[in-house]
């Protein structure tokens, strides 16, 4: 079992987004203990599997991670390993992450960290895929995926606008003020996130979400019967199936 961040950390000294990613999902986590203690869970995007390893960290029973690119799972089955943590961890590559090999309802917990921003739109089948394998009364978690109602890119390009306009118009813009390269992939790089309605709108079937509470403008908008993370940079959606 991991007791700090100390045993992870080591392995991604040299990749600081993914060192300072596992830092924040930790906190996250924290106040998300209910879904983790005991849990199966999904790794939606595991990447190199530290959401995995966070995740265990605060109780999950095991953890299943896919993730789309082959040489991030290699890397993270190195790490999986090198922590002695593969009999509850493992790392499958899918190119299309919209049809998994798993059964219906495998999981108590699914959680997409900082994933659906990197998928090009339309998403729906994404989210009707990992609302199948997601088990009756258990918790679809959407953490680190910006918000596309607010006029700004906080991912990509530190832009304002540039997320609500026209693909090709988008990128344009972010390659002309120097803030993006011609030659990188602009439909996986994050630059227009995930709104609420999006998201609820892709869920086939009866669902309740859990909204955060912990600001004046949570409240504000939840009295006005509106999300309270309408107006969040870096919403966190529970979703729990019926």
């Not at 992870?8 to 600081?16: A, K, L, R, S």
């Not at 309408?230 to 966190?236: N, Q, R």
């Amino acid at each position: 079992m991991i007791t700090s961040d100390d045993a992870f950390v080591q392995h991604v000294q040299g990749n600081p987004v993914e060192r300072d990613r596992y830092r924040a999902l930790k906190v996250t986590l924290n106040a998300l203990r209910p879904h983790l203690a005991g849990k199966r869970v999904l790794d939606y995007g595991a990447s190199y599997g530290l959401s995995a390893c966070a995740m265990l960290e605060f109780g999950a029973a095991s953890v299943v991670g896919v993730e789309p690119e082959a040489t991030r799972v290699t890397r993270g089955r190195e790490i999986i390993a090198a922590l002695n943590l593969a009999d509850r961890i493992s790392l499958h590559h899918v190119e299309d992450t919209r049809h998994l090999d798993l059964p219906d309802e495998a999981f108590d917990t699914v959680l997409a960290n900082a994933v659906f921003e990197h998928i090009p739109q339309p998403r729906r089948a994404h989210v009707r895929e990992v609302w199948r394998v997601l088990a009756s009364g258990g918790a679809l978690i959407v953490n680190e995926t910006p918000n596309k109602y607010l006029p700004w890119d906080f991912h990509t390009t530190n832009l304002p606008l540039v997320n609500w306009l026209p693909k090709p118009l988008a990128r344009l813009v972010a390659i002309r003020t120097g803030r993006f390269s011609a030659d990188q992939d602009w439909d996986h790089s994050g630059w227009r996130g995930l709104g609420y309605f999006e998201l609820v709108r892709a869920i086939p079937g009866p669902y309740r979400v859990t909204h955060e509470l912990t600001r004046p403008r949570h409240r504000l908008l939840r009295a006005l019967k509106l999300p309270a993370s309408l107006l969040d940079p870096y919403p966190i959606y529970v979703v729990t199936k019926l």
